[in-house]
C-alpha cells in the first residue's frame, strides 16, 4: 500500500514508518509530498497530515492514531496509558 505524509521529516513522521512496516504493511511504499498538497487528492492512506484521521489529536500525535486505528496493544509500543 502507498503511505503519503507531508516533507521534512520529523520524529513522528520517522516513528510512523517504522510503526507501520513493522506492525502493519512490510510492504509500505512511503511518499513525502509538499506542506502544501491538496490531500483530498492524494492516493494512498494519508498520515500525520492536517486534518488527517491519522494524524495529531488532542495530546495524541499521529503514532497514537496509528496505533489506535490498527488496534496495537504491545505496551512497548505507548509512551503513556491510554484513557
Sequence with gaps: MRWVTREKVKVDRVACP???RRFIDAEAEFVFLPHDTD?????GIIFDTPGA???HHGEGVSFDAILDKY???DPALRCWPTS
Design 53 to 55: 484521521e491519522l494524524g
Design 71 to 73: 488496534e496495537l496493544s
Design 39 to 43: 490531500w483530498d487528492r492524494v492516493d
Design 18 to 20: 517504522w510503526l507501520i
